[in-house]
């Protein structure tokens, strides 16, 4: 049996005694070579692409057998699979905003779940990914899911110029969907403006309509708010896909000649999940499982893109996830979610427990695959690593350097990412953000007793009974070890809630 002591040393080897730990491996980016207006020449393009609600067991490389997903298995076996990576939260919004600011979104009030009337929630001027790129001569674009709010106050006003948006915070070019797709608006906004949209047709919202009544259906569906009027301005729900790979394609041929980031975040496999009728039916999960064979199409158009430009060989690519998989019903709407019946036995977040908005590795822990021929071998890789990441990991890139302030939650994790061997971890501890927060720690997951809320409050829900989970022995945390491993819990406790106090986590 494992002493109480001997597990104790294992913590204290995983936290250097304390210190948080960092790669020490030399960032390869040192060696970016720079032109005299300060483009760097050496780093490669950027597609980092973006699922919604795409659990850990959703691909056929991560163990799916009932849906295929040819073009993602591909990209895995040309590139690094990772077994331990995270989205920063375990719901979309504050995912979305740890990746663009390097800050766990936990630690900024009005960060969570945002009606498609929010204000913009990330402060222009602030150091994002697409601004630091754009600094080192990137031309950035994102296409597709935004859900960060848009304009200087709430409810947005979507009738005339939209800003700020994603231009003011580092974009050079943006097509998105403003919310999600079960959220209204239901229209595309590019750059500054609602796409189509007929003057004489202002757009009306309401958000005190409950999704499934009366007035909460557009073009047939389920939504969360009413919208009328922008009728010519209305999406088709099949073919929101295809829209978005064109435009992403778009954005590719207009800046093969450049170096790009482009930041594709699709909406595929969030609910309404209305797949285009050639994905209907062709897998063995429902509708559910179909969305999943939509969103693995794209990832090929885009792919192939990239192969018909010759960009593949100098293009970074990542394909990830926002959160961990949920099976969820459109509210009342059950044709455009899913149910148990239809999902068939898949398991969308394969061994791990839990799922979408919960503290369990089934909230967090998320597909991850890194390509970049030439520079990353193809394998499999433990490293612990998070969307948060990408501000510092894409500064060492570009060999520049964070102000302090920037992306107080972001490490630099390229070396991973690059495949590279590694003396200490990266990242060695990582909050995740669920319901609640919790604690990574090398294997071990802490979910404290009266474990604190994002806000900092206690979650009246809970049993006030410490969680320890010895994930290298027990990935679907099922044997809570805490009453055996006290010391260390009360250890990792204290380590969570100086994270909580400090602000930061980054080492300086």
Known sequence: ???????????????????????????RAS???????????NAPNILFILADDIGYGDFGCYGATKVRTPNVDRLASQGLRFTDAHSP????????????????????????????????????????????????????????????????????????????????????????????????????VENHRVVG???????????????????????????IGSQTGG????????????????KADAFLERNKDKRFFLFLSTHDIHVPRVPHPRFKGTSQAGVRGDTIHSFDWTVGQVLASLDRLELADNTLVIVTSD??????????????????????????????????GSPYEGGTRVPFIVRWPGHIKPGVSEALVCHVDMLASMAALTDQRLVEAAGPDSFNVLPALLGEKLDKPCRDHLVEHGNVL????GPWKLIPRDAPTAAGKKNKKRSGVAELYNLAEDIGETNNVAAAHPDLAK?????????RENGRSRPS
């Open 89 to 188: 939260s375990a719901v979309c919004t504050p995912t979305r905003y740890a990746f663009m600011t390097g800050e766990y979104a936990w630690r900024k009030k009005g960060t969570g779940i945002l009606p498609g009337i929010a204000a913009l929630i990330v402060e222009p001027g602030r150091v994002t990914v697409p601004s630091l790129l754009k600094q080192a001569g990137y031309t950035t674009g994102i296409v597709g899911k935004w859900h960060l709010g848009l304009g200087p106050k709430e409810p947005t006003d979507y009738n005339g110029e939209i800003k700020p948006g994603p231009l003011e915070v580092g974009f050079d070019y943006c097509f998105i969907i403003p919310a999600t797709g079960d959220r209204t608006p239901c229209v595309y």
């Open 1 to 27: 049996m494992v002493t109480r002591e001997m597990n104790r040393r294992s913590f204290l080897r995983w936290t250097g005694a304390g210190a948080l730990a960092v790669c020490s491996v030399p960032v």
């Open 31 to 41: 060696e970016a070579k720079r032109t005299p207006d300060g483009v760097t020449t």
């Open 491 to 499: 250890e990792m406790t204290a380590l969570l809630q100086r994270i």
């Open 231 to 246: 009728k010519a301005a209305l999406w088709k729900d099949e073919e929101i896909a295809e829209t978005l790979a064109a």
């Open 438 to 441: 919790a604690l990574r720690k």
């Open 197 to 223: 949209l007929d003057p004489k047709d202002p757009i009306q919202l309401d958000y005190t309509v409950k999704r499934g009544e009366p007035r909460s259906f557009v073009n047939g569906i389920a939504r």
């Open 323 to 356: 959160n961990g998989g949920v099976l969820d019903a459109n509210g009342p709407d059950i044709e455009h979610g899913g149910n148990v019946q239809t999902n068939n036995g898949h398991l969308h977040n394969g061994p791990l427990r839990a799922g979408k």
